[in-house]
């Protein structure tokens, strides 16, 4: 165990719906990213919060929004969803921003999208 | 923009044997750093080793070294005396040290190490 919780592990959904992934940090972390990683794209950066406040945009699609909570915890929310954002989604957390900290992966959330 | 590049898209080893897995990276940022992850057929991803850009030795952690060449903007994994249990897609990613940046990872090399 990480220490990195998501939920859920794997949801399927049909295109044009709406879905929520959650990520709880581990203890101590302030910094909570999000990827995605699809067969096509690899493992893409989407975006970055620190201790409640976006640091870092990736290429994180309009129809894609997250935020990080008070308690650190964070949600992605996925709408409008189409066939191409079937992937499994990672939450990482960090102690702070820097270069060498290093990042800790939750067990990711596998989105299928029919 | 800084990029990273693992040319080898899959490698079979022997059993015990050492195998080398190659990174290539690309930053006009005198401050990074550079990672390996692993990722076994279960999907989640485990972080290996760490290796600072002023870093004057190589990084070691148990089987596993960074054998890092600064000049050459490489860093390859090494993993000593394989085992069955490490094969898994293996992923070098690099993040700049000006804060608030992204890890961003290479394509990824399969290994599969056989009996």
């Known amino acids: 165990d990480s220490g990195v919780t998501q939920t859920p592990k794997h949801l399927i959904t049909a295109t044009g719906q709406r879905v929520t992934l959650r990520c709880s940090p581990r203890?101590?972390?302030?910094?909570v990213y999000w990827y995605q990683q699809s067969l096509d794209q690899g493992l893409q950066f989407l975006i970055q919060?620190?201790?409640?406040?976006?640091?870092a945009k990736g290429n994180i699609l309009e129809r894609f929004s997250a935020q990080q909570f008070p308690d650190l915890h964070s949600e992605l929310n996925l709408s409008s969803l189409e066939l191409g954002d079937s992937a499994l989604y990672f939450c990482?957390?960090?102690?702070?921003?820097?270069?060498?900290?290093?990042?800790?992966f939750g067990a990711g959330s596998r989105l299928t999208v029919l | 923009a800084q990029k990273i590049t693992q040319t080898q898209p899959g490698m079979f080893v022997q059993e015990k044997e050492a195998v080398t897995l190659d990174c290539t990276y690309d930053?006009?940022?005198?401050?990074?750093?550079l990672f390996w992850y692993k990722q076994p057929s279960s999907g989640e991803m485990i972080f290996l080793i760490y290796?600072?850009?002023?870093?004057?030795q190589n990084a070691t952690e148990g089987r596993y070294s960074l054998n890092f060449q600064k000049a050459r903007k490489s860093a390859n994994l090494v993993i000593s005396a394989s085992q069955l249990g490490d094969s898994a897609m293996y992923f070098c990613?690099?993040?700049?040290?000006?804060?608030?940046?992204?890890?961003?990872f290479g394509q990824g090399t399969r290994l599969t190490i056989n009996p």
């Open positions: 930053t006009s940022d005198p401050s990074y750093g």
């Open positions: 990613a690099m993040r700049e040290g000006g804060g608030a940046q992204k890890l961003v």
């Open positions: 290796q600072g850009s002023y870093d004057q």
């Open positions: 990482a957390s960090s102690v702070g921003t820097l270069g060498a900290n290093v990042l800790t």
């Open positions: 203890s101590g972390d302030l910094s």
């Open positions: 919060y620190y201790n409640g406040e976006e640091r």
